[in-house]
């Protein structure tokens, strides 16, 4: 569960990728808050889930799909956002990185944090165990997990952001990401 925790949380997704613009448009410590954020925001989504969601969506099945599609159109108006950030700097009070809720929220329209978490609640519970006990052992490590994982790619954001120096650098590599961030939802559109 560790080793799937550790490679989903670090691998390339919506709060990744994310994260990493955040890092380069406004630095480490304005972007705290988004990743607190998802770093609890997420294994309350798996509590969530684990605990009954899943339920609610195997007998409405249609509120999957609305809520997979809401998701699908708030990452493409999250990557025009991210595309047209300007920097911090630049515009002190018209562009500003995600808030603690915002990212927590962010979550639930998040398709890779669905997947994830889906995956890791099918995968590891069991029948005979104690559902509700494997699945708080399952939020709790996704929590550890996560923490490193959301600083790691924030530091890289800011790493990036010193070799930005120029505008149209700036401009290339956040035009970049929200392409990778729409490019994120190709495989839901032909799941």
Do not use: C
Request: hydrophobic residues 55%.
């Amino acid at each position: 569960m560790g080793l799937f925790a550790i490679s989903t949380s670090i691998t390339p997704g919506p709060n990744t990728l994310m994260l990493l613009a955040s890092g380069v448009n406004f630095g480490f410590r304005r972007t705290l808050p988004h990743m607190l954020g998802i770093a609890v925001g997420f294994p309350a989504m798996i509590m969530a889930i684990g605990l009954g969601l899943g339920g609610l969506f195997e007998a409405y099945p249609r509120s999957h799909v609305i809520l997979k599609y809401v998701g699908m159109a708030y990452l493409l108006w999250l990557a025009w956002k991210v595309a047209t950030a300007e920097r911090a700097e630049d515009a002190a009070y018209e562009s500003k990185p995600f808030g603690f809720f915002q990212a927590a929220a962010f979550q639930w329209v998040n398709p890779k944090a669905w997947t994830v978490s889906v995956s890791a609640i099918a995968t590891y519970t069991s029948l005979q165990g104690d559902v509700m006990q494997e699945v708080v052992l399952i939020a709790v490590i996704f929590g550890i997990v996560s923490v490193p994982a959301v600083t790691s790619w924030t530091f890289f954001g800011t790493a990036i952001r010193r070799l930005l120096k120029s505008e149209r650098a700036r401009r290339l590599f956040n035009w970049a990401m929200a392409g990778l961030l729409v490019a994120s939802l190709l495989p839901i559109l032909f799941a």
